[in-house]
């Protein structure tokens, strides 16, 4: 069982710094309130297209590591409560 316990804290160690630089990689988001307020170009091909840019990438991969770090500090939460 402590083989498992190492294993999982090496791939949580590597989610999670993972996770910071994909974070720290990322530019800001400007538009903030004032561009839900305005509005903007929402049918341009850069709109449609978005999650094909470098940027789309960066975002989803962001979701996914987000995801897999909530994941597995549940999964470590279990095996330590054993």
């Not at 190492?6 to 400007?30: E, F, H, P, R």
């Amino acid at each position: 069982m402590e083989i498992v316990k190492n294993i999982l804290i090496g791939i949580y160690v590597v989610i999670c710094l993972a996770l910071i630089v994909l974070v720290m990689k990322q530019s800001k988001d400007d538009a903030g309130a004032s561009g839900a307020v305005v509005g903007g170009a929402q049918n341009s091909f850069y709109e449609k297209n978005k999650g094909r840019t470098k940027e789309g990438k960066m975002k989803r991969g962001t979701i996914i590591l987000g995801v897999s770090f909530i994941i597995f500090t549940i999964i470590l939460a279990i095996v330590y409560a054993m």
